[in-house]
């Protein structure tokens, strides 16, 4: 009787080890604020759009919406993954696609960036080729899927909305 027990107890919690693990998705909006004194409505409108065409590089259409008298522009990008440390060398070519909502009013532009997406590369692997019959892992794209992805894609939106606030003030580049 005992050993029933105690194979029912081992067969119970072994069972609850092969439970699938829920995935959580770290896709919140991230939402940015860029004061510009002195610039009236249409000029931060047009001065934006224009960073936008000349700065953001997208696989699609990089403007998708512009409508100047609701002040919105909404623009798709994509920006290297900003990994450091040992992160770096395991994300060398990933990127992070993303979309751009912009609007505009006199002497203020809220961002609000969303639709982040890791771009995960094609790679060749030898070791997989002979493990699992396939010779090139990746070619997807997929939510942020940890807080350190997550906070990767705020340090490049953080780069973006700082040179786009330089390029509003005139003190960026062209």
């Known amino acids: 009787m005992a ?20 995935v959580r998705e770290w896709n919140f909006p991230v939402r940015s604020t860029i ?3 002195g610039l009236a409505g249409d000029q931060t409108f047009e001065k934006t759009r224009i960073w936008f065409e000349r700065h953001l590089r997208s696989s699609g259409p990089i403007i998708e919406y512009a409508n100047r008298e609701a002040g ?6 994509d920006m290297d993954y900003p990994a450091s440390g040992l992160e770096a060398m395991e994300r060398i070519q990933y990127t992070i696609s993303f979309r751009v909502r912009a609007e505009v009013s006199a002497g203020r532009l809220e961002l609000v960036f969303g639709n982040l ?10 070791r997989a080729e002979y493990l699992f019959k396939r010779e090139y892992f990746g070619g ?12 990767a894609a705020q340090r490049g939106i953080a780069i973006i ?4 606030g330089n390029w509003l003030r005139g003190q960026g580049r062209g």
Not at 9 to 20: D, E, I, K, N, R
Not at 140 to 151: I, N, V
Not at 161 to 164: A, R, S
Request: aromatic share 10%; net charge neutral; charged share 15%.
């Open 3 to 22: 050993r029933i027990c105690v194979s029912l107890f081992m067969l119970l919690w072994m069972a609850g080890c092969a439970a699938p693990q829920v």
């Open 35 to 37: 004061e510009v004194a």
């Open 72 to 77: 919105v522009i909404v623009a798709n990008g």
């Open 117 to 126: 997406l890791i771009n995960v590369p094609k790679y060749y692997s030898r």
């Open 140 to 151: 997807y794209s997929r939510p942020p899927a940890s807080m350190a992805e997550y906070q």
């Open 161 to 164: 909305v700082e040179e786009l």
